[in-house]
């Protein structure tokens, strides 16, 4: 556990305990064999965050109101054993970082099992003050898909500035807040959606920033921004963030569009295909 006192290695420890195939369910034989010859914090921790991804997978991706009934149960079901065994790895080992980042993902999508994230999340943070990952799970939380706010998600990525100056990645969570105020922004809003967008730039290079504000600079009419934007992404710079994957976007689809639209774009509309200087 010494391993997620240092920010640069924290992604990595966690990326062990994201592994687990979900969609195989031996695995949580082999994980039940593992904590029947040895009960240790570890295994517990193996077979929840297994759990809580197999849960997931078993609800589907769908938004919720377009969500099977017996979907929601099953995972229900699924994320309650995740949650027992999550909250005994934590019991074994308190300093077992990713049990926290997984126990919050399950409260997340399972909210009837009432886990008390503010406490769990305060947990977390009092023995890694640095951490990332159960910072941004908790942000998700707080965000309006998951009946938060946007006020809300900014009071929290503001609360922990003096501590991003030791930890850097902690600057993107003020990016997820800039991304979140621009798709909550109507289309005819596409400036402000730009503005946004770029100030989430600033914090992270993330593709699916590029990709965002490239929509903003087309329904703009400012085809030159558009194609650097989409460039940019296409070019695989979604990795930008030292730790951070980021999806695959659809950046290169949109950029070969985007590109046919400005060739055949009339001569004469040059200004505002290059759209105004950022």
């Excluded at 991706?61 to 149960?73: G, V």
């Excluded at 707080?142 to 946007?150: C, D, K, M, T, V």
């Amino acid at each position: 556990t010494t391993l997620f006192r240092s920010p640069e290695k924290e992604s990595s420890v966690h990326l062990l305990f994201e592994t687990t195939d979900a969609s195989n369910p031996n695995q949580l034989h082999r994980l039940s064999e593992w904590i029947t010859q040895n009960p240790s914090a570890i295994a517990f921790l193996a077979r929840g965050a297994y759990l809580n991804k197999r849960g997931q997978l078993l609800r589907g991706s769908a938004p919720t109101s377009d969500t099977p009934a017996l979907n929601l149960d099953l995972m229900a079901a699924v994320h309650l054993r995740a949650s027992t065994d999550l909250q005994q790895a934590i019991k074994l080992d308190p300093r077992l970082l990713p049990a926290y980042t997984h126990l919050l993902e399950v409260a997340k999508y399972s909210p009837k099992l009432k886990i008390d994230t503010g406490k769990l999340l305060s947990s977390a943070t009092r023995r890694h003050p640095l951490a990332f990952a159960p910072r941004k799970r908790y942000l998700d939380l707080l965000s309006p898909a998951w009946g938060g706010s946007l006020n809300a998600m900014e009071r929290f990525a503001q609360s922990f500035d003096s501590v991003a100056k030791s930890n850097p990645l902690l600057w993107t969570l003020r990016a997820e807040v800039h991304y979140e105020k621009a798709e909550s922004l109507p289309k005819s809003e596409a400036r402000q959606k730009a503005v946004e967008l770029t100030a989430a730039l600033r914090y992270a290079n993330y593709g699916r920033f590029y990709e965002s504000r490239a929509q903003a600079y087309l329904a703009l009419n400012q085809l030159g921004d558009a194609i650097a934007d989409l460039e940019r992404c296409a070019l695989g710079e979604s990795e930008l963030v030292k730790g951070q994957s980021e999806p695959q976007t659809s950046c290169k689809t949109l950029l070969a569009s985007t590109r046919s639209t400005a060739l055949a774009a009339p001569r004469t509309e040059g200004k505002s295909q290059q759209g105004e200087k950022k």
